[in-house]
């Protein structure tokens, strides 16, 4: 007598071909960026371990010097401790904003699977090699620059890998709100890698790195094994791309369309695009320095936040975006309000705890709404436009432009911050609020747009209803 099939098989059948392996690219994207954000985070952590303040352990047994960072880590235990730390995080933001423009070309041109790998195991082995300096005593400035630059390079691999993968799978209807879910990668990675650089940043520091290193380069492996890049290559069926209305046929896709995207035949390869070619597609350059702008804001602003706190806005900015059809009109919509509200807070945020609570989560939500979104469902809408005629590789390399040149806006925020600071932290909210409007003015042109296609619709509707 033969048993019953195992619930979870029962449960596994139950699921249609096309979810299950949708859900496999979900669970393996946000896994690859968790790890990616996990093995970036140990440098934040092992910095205050760098450089000590050893009056506590009393003077320095080999030689009794009265040094106060005799226990400190060279050459991070000088007095230009703090301008050495910056060349260590600027090393890495400037090699990842120039390797991001370079990348998504790359992207483009390989098979996802093979450089989203690749890219793991690298930021795998040079995140181990900053650790490797405490094991091997190396305490040349250079080497620790070298390896943050060829790091930053190596991250460049990720973002644009795994949302040209998302993206092949998930058609825009819902891409806002699942992508807006699975962007809480970052805050997870983020938490993650605390966690585990700080199990050993007071022992062995060298460990902080080395740990999250083989992390990465583990889920690469993974990866490898089992990413699907294209529901085609296993005989799903490929998502909408653009919405019913846009397209000649009600079902949004001609039958022409149909035999030459039918997943038991392949597609004709077609000719990766070019950068110049990406720049070219509607929305494509004002989202881009828009995000720059909006990153800006974001990297200066959330630095105070708690990190569960900044996947707020960009789960309601995608599902808000999702419902009204208007990624532009969403984010600008949001940076309409966050203007004032960063002003608010500078006035009344010092009032109390409970007010400053309040303020934070209302100003981080609104001002990290955008760029979760950007990054996100609109990389994706724009790097599968309809002006592609079909060309889905494209994805990579728009993805790769939007994100870094909001990389720029990264590495700007918090040097402009550190630079008027100064002269009164309400300067620096100035500064922000400033960027936040330039943000907002330059989608001006996209969400006009974005509203005449609305009355459009509209106003069909109505012509439809006399009859």
Request: proline share 4%.
């Amino acid at each position: 007598m033969r048993a019953a099939l195992a619930p979870g098989v029962r449960l596994l059948r139950a699921v249609p071909r096309d979810s299950r392996y949708r859900g496999l690219t979900l669970v393996l994207t946000f896994l690859s960026y968790t790890s990616y954000h996990l093995s970036r985070k140990p440098i934040s952590i092992v910095k205050s371990q760098l450089h000590l303040n050893c009056s506590a352990l009393g003077t320095n047994p080999h030689n009794d010097s009265n040094s106060t960072t005799w226990c400190s880590w060279a050459p991070f235990d000088q007095d230009n401790y703090k301008e050495l730390f910056g060349a260590l995080d600027n090393a890495f933001l400037v090699a990842y904003a120039i390797g991001m423009f370079i990348s998504g070309i790359f992207g483009e041109r390989l098979p996802l699977r093979y450089y989203l790998s690749g890219g793991m195991l690298l930021s795998g082995i040079f995140t181990a090699l900053f650790g490797f300096g405490y094991f091997l005593n190396i305490h040349v400035l250079w080497y620790y620059i070298i390896v943050q630059v060829c790091n930053g390079l190596a991250q460049t691999t990720g973002w644009p890998s795994v949302v040209a993968c998302v993206g092949n799978w998930f058609g825009k209807g819902k891409r806002g709100l699942i992508m807006g879910i699975w962007n809480s990668h970052t805050s997870v990675g983020n938490i993650l890698g605390s966690l585990i650089a700080g199990a050993w940043v007071s022992s062995e520091w060298g460990l902080s790195f080395i740990v999250p290193g083989i992390i990465i380069a583990a889920v690469g492996i993974v990866c490898f094994f089992f990413l699907v890049e294209h529901p085609e290559d296993v005989g799903c069926n490929p998502p909408l791309q653009h919405d019913a209305s846009d397209e000649k046929d009600p079902e949004g896709v001609t039958s022409e369309d149909r035999s030459s995207t039918d997943p038991k035949e392949p597609a004709e390869e077609l000719e990766a695009i070019s950068f110049l070619g990406a720049l070219r597609i509607p929305g494509v350059v004002e989202f881009s320095l828009c995000l720059l702008f909006a990153k800006l804001v974001s990297y200066t602003f959330l630095y105070w936040l708690p990190l569960y706190i900044v996947n707020v806005g960009g789960i309601f900015a995608g599902l808000i975006s999702d419902y009204t059809g208007g990624r532009a009109t969403t984010c600008c919509v949001m940076l309409v309000v966050a203007a004032p509200m960063l002003f608010l807070y500078n006035h009344v945020g010092q009032n109390g705890i409970g007010t400053s609570i309040a303020m934070l989560i209302v100003c981080g939500a609104l001002v990290n709404g955008p760029y979760a979104l950007i990054t996100t469902a609109v990389s994706a809408d724009l790097g599968t436009h309809e002006s592609l005629k079909g060309n889905a590789r494209a994805l990579s390399t728009v993805t790769a432009i939007i994100d870094g040149t909001g990389s720029v806006g990264a590495a700007l925020g918090p040097l402009l911050a550190g630079l008027i600071s100064p002269t009164g932290w309400n300067n620096v909210f100035y500064m922000l609020i400033a960027a936040d409007v330039l943000a907002c003015l330059l989608l001006a042109r996209v969400v006009v747009k974005e509203v005449r296609a609305w009355y459009g619709c509209m106003a069909r509707k109505r012509g439809f209803e006399r009859f």
